[in-house]
């Protein structure tokens, strides 16, 4: 019978992947596009049809790589999990939230651990990729597959952990060149791991356990976390201070060692590093450990969408208005500029604290047609005119898309409260974070 | 009469630096090199002494470029600060440090003031480099200058600032190619200052205010201490999870993008990154304003040394042997690799703290011949011989001078506690941060 590595050899080998999302399909694609036959799994039936019938809803995904996935007809998509019985290879691609009370919400995971801990066959190797604690793979995973396969780690399949570093919008690195970290739980799982990554990433990074693994990908966007938040505490600071925190910044990247520059904005949004960092928080718990700094970033990120609104306020204030019955636009709601992505994002917080005060709102994005705000208010995307800036009483810039012309919407409006530095000129229209 | 910006042009402009220390003799240095005339100003006279018989006291400071120097002779020292009367620049690089109550202690900063407002004469720039909260040079300086000397700013004379970035033990960056960043109170001492820094520094970045330019240096050393203190809280936790902290920073530096790696230690060190921040967090109070960051990362900074000590209690515990009682050899005892300063170390707290618990103490330092612990305990480096490791029941490596030899350390040790990741093997001898 052959083996994982004669069936990555000779190509026959049979790729699994749980989870077709902004992870999952991505990295569906890098094996596809290269010749590898995978199988997508996801109990959404509009994301199995949309890849069924060659149409891709990724946008990271580029036009090239998609084509070249297409040609080799080596990808397709399931929600039906009995199919995971023929795949050599399972890896985990699943969403990693907080629920509402900002503790972590595993049931993704379990889920696809006892789908595939009951259908995998002997001598499969399964990876988890989804952001989460350390000591998950090892405590929540691996029993979960003993259980429902009957099989042991080691002898009947194997387990690692692989982090993914998918960064949304990033032009430059993507799946494939993207340094992959890897931690197995013994050498074998390593070796077959390797193996198997390397069809899809050119470069993977070894560690000693899953648990080191999973702790990389944590302090990856832990460090982003808390110095983002530093720069939020210090763009507050500044403005009270008479100091435009962007001038600060531009300046400090002159030192030509031993800093690197974060910006500020209206908050943290995202699917990752508003969450993972307090995923090490919850597990930290349990060994008797404080994590005061992820607590100190975590409280200063969840009052910026207030002290936004307290900007709005202010700027309003200098016009002789209020909130109450004013006419505010919001330009740019997703998390970040030129994505289509506004999860978490801190402008639809910032909506919804407006909107509870008596502002009439409304917003206009080129990347979101339509959207719910946390407290279910529900919009379309109005269309961008001289008029529709005119007629606002404040015109608030919370992502700056390189699509806004910056300088017409400066001319066109009463007032804009610029979040982002996106107006870099002086001007008694602008009130800057 | 020729204006300061004539005697640029000409080479007959005087520059005074008051405050000859790490920063403030690096600084003549490179001015005197290119042949400007300076006098130095300090009140200790050993300083004086030797830099007039054509010492240098910085270890900074290359033999190429002190020879350069002397070569020159136009660099003399002096404590008489009447001379101040015939500079036609005057650079404040006196000391900024935190009085016991971790207060600013800005009596440095006014003393040179007075001096400067009494002795210099019209259409003198004056520019401060010392690290100090933002409104430093408009709300202390500028009064006693305008008081003292009968002048106002901008017509008598003109005053900036400038912060100093010196980096000890740098080996790439010195004075003259480190863009100095410079913030005047008008444009006429922005121009001159330019033209001033130029002769001493490759590239100057002037910002809109002094506040904005003292806000930059604050920011890079907050960025640090920031930095410093979520991954030696990480390394804590890891400690507790079973996971090596140096392991996941290794492998987290493989992401190409957003992230900058920093190490943990048994605190941080030096007379800028602990220290710096907490001037902003003092200045931020009069803003009515809490700095949560600066606040939480020093109170991790503060505890390092104790839980550093708590690490040595473990280790020697393994050995089923207590502090009180045991021989402890601390190694390396600088605040950073290759330097030869102890000021604000880590290493001599936790000299205290185990001194004071019985443990019979003594170091070796290749840089730093005798020193005086906070609680005054006096000690002289011991000579590092086998027998001396061979006797220690414990083995402290505090700083990681590269020229210690680890395996060399390990072989002759009963039992190591590394706390630099100096050990990369495993051992059963060794117990790591």
Known sequence: MKTILDKISDNSIQVGIVGLGYVGLPLAVSFASAGVSVIGF?????????????????????????????????????????????????????????????????????????????????????????TTYPTTTEDVVL????????????????????????????????TRN??????????????????????????????????????????????RLVNISLINEMALLCGKMGIDIWEVIDAAKTKPYGFQPFYPGPGIGGHCIP???????????????????????????MMMPHRMTLKISSALNKHKKSINGSRILFMGVAYKPDIDDERESPALK???????????????????DELSTPLNRKFKSEELTAGLLQKSDCVVIATNHSAFDVDWILTNSQLVVDLRNAVKISSNKVYKL
Chains 1, 2 share one sequence.
């Not at 990808?75 to 399972?90: E, K, M, R, V, Y």
């Not at 080691?154 to 690195?173: C, H, I, M, Q």
Request: charge should be negative; hydrophobic fraction near 40%.
């Open 42 to 130: 996801d109990p959404s039936s509009s994301k199995i049809a949309k890849i069924n019938a060659g149409e891709n809803y990724i946008s990271d995904i580029t036009d090239d790589l998609w084509q070249e996935t297409i040609k080799h007809k080596t990808l397709q998509a399931t929600s039906d999990f009995s199919l995971l019985s023929g795949c050599d290879a399972i890896l985990i691609c699943v969403p990693t939230p907080l629920d509402p009370y900002h503790k972590p919400d595993m049931s993704f995971i379990e889920a696809a651990s006892n789908a595939i801990g009951k259908y995998m066959k002997a001598g499969t190797f399964v990876c988890l990729e989804s």
């Open 143 to 174: 029993p979960i597959l003993e259980r429902e396969s009957g099989m042991k780690q080691g002898t009947g399949f194997w387990l690692a952990f692989s982090p993914e570093r998918v960064d949304p919008g990033n032009k430059t690195y993507f």
């Open 178 to 223: 993207t340094p992959k970290v890897l931690g197995a739980l013994d050498e074998k799982g390593l070796t077959i791991g390797q193996a198997i990554y390397k069809l899809a990433v050119d470069e993977i990074y070894p560690v000693s356990s899953p648990r080191v693994a999973e702790m990389v990908k944590i302090l990856e966007n832990t460090y």
């Open 275 to 301: 969450l993972d960092p307090f995923y090490l928080e919850y597990i930290a718990k349990k060994f008797n450990f404080d994590l005061s700094m992820i607590n100190t970033a975590g409280h200063i990120n």
């Open 350 to 368: 910032i909506m919804d604290e407006v909107a509870q005060k008596g502002a009439i709102i409304y917003y206009h994005d080129p990347f979101i």
